[in-house]
């Protein structure tokens, strides 16, 4: 396939993405003096904005891929939930796979940015897993979500904020595999072995680092690939793609190996890459592209959106020009 049929795929693509939302805030202005209560920098803020974080940033980067995005995800029952439904809709991503749980809080974190540059963030969150009966019910919900979508691929998109229990994640990917759905995992720490049996499994390089519990030198390929072979062997997983941020990506399925070396970039702000890394290997797996094309548009966007202040989706057209020039 070429460039422009794979970014013409996408288009014919449905992705489920389940895991924690957010709100990203921003508040922008100017730092001229020092505080005279701490030595700590007055900001004048001169605007503020939201959009959409978290998993649903992952329903941006597929929305902006021409992909349809469904997301499936717990809020509060807040008024933090309202602006957050109130997004969505803006962006015109459904919001049926929303559920409210009165004992939940929706999830915001708040940047503060001066000249281009974070200040500070603020973040106000909770950690705990949903309760039993709160899983039950979210599980219940996305599996007939997913009965009723039948979505190309199953994205988890993990930020350690309780939505993704193990009971929610071993019951979800067996009802994918009942229904011949490919899945893909952003993870995080606390149920890195959950996801068994997956067919792309994507952490970076600290996930794999602190997964694992092992020592992985940065730029140290040997140990990057020990350390897939030991991930392999304990998630069964059919695929790796490691992202090694600055050092590209290292990507493993049956035997085949490929590393990739970032393309050098302005970089601006690093905040959102993993999110579209995640999106466009997804897109790739469900095409049933090979695992060098998988790796190589991946590592691609991951950079792309690393040239610009704040969270943004990949640009289609610009991914479309540059991976043309790349040959892919």
Known sequence: ???????????????????????????????????????????????????????????????????????????????????????????????????????????????????????????????????????RVFLHHTVELMRKTRPAVLIFEDYDKGVLTPAVITGLIAEAQRLGIPVSVDPKRRHFFEYREVDLFKPNLSELRDGLKVDIPIGDLAAVRGAVHILEARLANKASLITLSEHGVFAHRNGEEVALQAHKRNIADVSGAGDTVISVASLCLALGLPLAQIAAWANLAGGLVCEHVGVVPVDPVALLAEAERAGL
């Open 1 to 135: 396939m070429t460039a422009k049929e794979i970014i013409d795929g996408f288009g014919n693509i449905t992705a489920l993405v389940v895991g924690d939302v957010m709100l990203d805030a921003y508040l922008w202005g100017r730092v001229d003096r020092i505080s005279p209560e701490a030595p700590v920098p007055v900001v004048q803020i001169s605007r503020r904005s939201a959009r959409l974080g978290g998993a649903a940033n992952v329903a941006l980067n597929l929305d902006a891929l021409g992909a349809t995005a469904i997301v499936a995800s717990v809020t509060g029952d807040d008024p933090q939930a309202n602006d957050l439904e109130g997004i969505f809709a803006a962006q015109g991503l459904t919001t049926e796979g929303l559920l409210r749980m009165k004992d939940r809080r929706t999830t915001v974190k708040t940047r503060v940015i001066s000249s281009g540059q974070h200040v500070v963030r603020v973040d106000e969150e909770m950690e705990n897993d949903l309760a039993p009966e709160e899983g």
